[in-house]
């Protein structure tokens, strides 16, 4: 059974994004994600003060079965960036809610996100 | 996260008309539909949800062992036409690990087996394959290349000798039919070929502990002492079944070929006997970053129609003094090699598969043939095909992975090595 968290919003291409305050979030991939991926061995990140534009390719994780590619689901800027994963990426596998990717801020757009009934009725259908 | 490659997933392409949506891993290579592609059908697999991809599965044969994979938590993907595990509970690299430093158990019963037999079963081993068997010895087991006309290769196989008359191929589970038909067309005199794969289970223990393992299951007057060796009717526990020394993973390990209906007494057996020595069953992404790590060719990856055994580093089982084998005179024709299989320490950050293109400065070189992350050495190695001229270990060349340049150095191959123990 993947974890799903009450207090987090989903995109249906598998990523969380957590409001820190009113202009400040966090972006990660879910557990399911992680699960579907297995061991990731590398993670590709965006570089502080880069754009990220809503719907576009921002990152990328690598596990030993394959690559993903993880979509945007606002536009706004990069903020930080995640180094521990660079060193320990397979800290997504096992804290996939804690070991967020990137901090942006300044969100201009926003697609519509799901919450936690809607992505876990999403990836029942998936399973 | 998805995919945006959705030109060759032509054939369930037909649901997918947004960039987002469901779960898709990208390919960096150009997908094609290889049975041999692991990373293929794990992207199949967990692309879910799709009535084509049911239908696969509805197809796909299962094994002896599919409950009992099921049970122990398996990821199952479809391969070679049998649903396999492609990795279970704790994953690809705790499972490669555990091979490397303990051991691990594999279902390796979709491979193909083929029997020739008759007074010109020699012969015929001789005709049809590289290698050379003139003085092999009953109880013995050979890896040979097939070759075609050409003088590339139509598989890469083991043979047994089960006695003078008789021997057994095993061959890759994609390549089953073709070799089957091929042997049939070119099998002659007092030879009969026949094919039991559907009638053989086949288990792989690897890994240091193998033989302790083993030793609790079996007398050891029975286990095979020397790599590459077999006894045909040994008895582990209760079954009687093939024990060979042989496997594709780089540790010492045994092979058994079973009936179907001892298969899972026989695995069961093998598990229980494994815990305390830290055995755990290992999927098909295991066996290939193991057989990766060791430098082992894959049929469909460092072997084709189009590559000779020659360029593949394989002249040691092709015996040019033969009086004739098939494609003796296809290699011949084709001169000496303009490329060879090198190994290649990716040095840069990232992972490099199969058919990436590799660069020495702008120009191109050759194309990798395997590639990943390697779990036991911590970084990320791959094989390919150089134009001979640039494959000196050493050389310094660059992988064009999605658009990325990733830095790679050309190494000695394998890339691990198991250290020996005194031998018996």
């Known amino acids: 059974m993947s974890i799903v968290l009450d207090d987090l919003m989903y995109t249906s291409s598998h990523e969380w994004i957590r409001f820190i305050d009113k202009d400040t979030v966090e972006i990660g991939i879910t557990d399911f994600a992680q699960h579907e991926l297995g061991d990731i061995v590398f993670v590709n990140l965006p570089n502080v003060g880069d754009e990220l534009i809503m719907g576009e390719v921002f990152s990328d994780v690598e596990s030993v079965k394959a690559v993903s590619d993880i979509y945007s689901p606002i536009t706004a800027e990069v903020l930080e960036v995640n180094e521990a994963l660079l060193d320990n990426p397979a800290l997504l596998n096992s804290l996939p809610y804690d070991a967020w990717l990137i901090r942006a801020g300044d969100v201009s757009e926003k697609e519509d996100l799901l919450n936690k009934e809607e992505y876990e009725e999403l990836i029942a259908k998936e399973a | ?424």
């Open chain 2, 1 to 424: 996260m998805i995919s945006g490659n959705r030109t060759a997933m032509g054939h369930i392409s037909g649901k997918r008309k947004h960039r987002r949506g469901n779960f898709i891993f990208e390919r960096i290579s150009q997908v094609n539909n290889r049975a041999e592609g692991i990373v293929l059908s794990v992207f199949l697999y967990n692309y879910g949800g799709n009535v084509e991809m049911e239908e696969e599965k509805n197809m796909s044969m299962k094994t002896s062992l599919y409950e009992q994979h099921v049970e122990l938590g398996a990821r199952i993907v479809e391969f070679g036409g049998y649903l396999l595990p492609v990795q279970y509970g704790q994953g690809v690299i705790s499972e490669h690990n555990a091979v490397r430093t303990k051991a691990g158990l594999f279902d390796i019963s979709h491979m193909g087996e083929l029997i020739i037999t008759g007074e010109d079963a020699l012969s015929n081993m001789q005709y049809l394959l590289s290698n050379d068997f003139e003085d092999m010895a009953v109880g013995k087991a050979r890896y040979s290349p097939m070759c075609n006309e050409n003088g590339g290769t139509i598989d890469d196989l083991i043979v047994y000798k089960l006695s003078e008359q008789s021997y057994m191929l095993v061959v890759n589970a994609a390549n089953r039919v073709k070799d089957f038909d091929w042997i049939a067309q070119n099998i002659f005199g007092d030879a009969e070929l026949e094919d039991i794969s559907d009638e053989i289970s086949l288990i792989s223990l690897a890994g240091p502990e193998s033989e302790n393992i083993l030793l609790k299951l079996m007398n050891k007057a029975e286990i095979p002492g020397k790599y590459y060796t077999f006894v045909e009717k040994a008895k582990v526990s209760t079954v009687e079944c093939i024990v060979s020394r042989t496997g594709y993973t780089g540790e010492d390990g045994f092979e058994f070929y079973c009936s179907n209906g001892d298969a899972p007494v026989l695995w069961e057996m093998l598990i229980a006997a494994g815990s305390e020595f830290g055995l755990v069953p290992c999927g098909l992404g295991a066996r290939d970053t193991l057989r990766l790590e060791a430098a082992m060719p894959l049929y469909g990856h460092e072997l084709s129609e189009d590559i000779s055994p020659v360029e593949a580093g394989l002249s040691h089982f092709v015996h040019m003094d033969k009086a004739y084998f098939i494609g003796k005179d296809g290699i011949i024709e084709r001169g000496p090699i303009v490329r060879e299989r090198v190994g290649l320490k990716i040095t840069s950050r990232g992972i490099a598969r199969e058919e990436s293109n590799i660069y020495l400065e702008d120009m191109n070189v050759g194309t990798t043939t395997s590639g990943n992350m390697a779990p036991y050495l911590g970084y990320a190695i791959a094989m390919g095909m150089v134009d001979k001229r640039f494959s000196q270990i050493g050389n310094t060349l660059e992988i064009d992975v999605r658009g990325k340049k990733l830095v790679a150095e050309i190494v000695a191959m394998p890339f691990y090595k198991r250290e020996k123990k005194s031998s018996k």
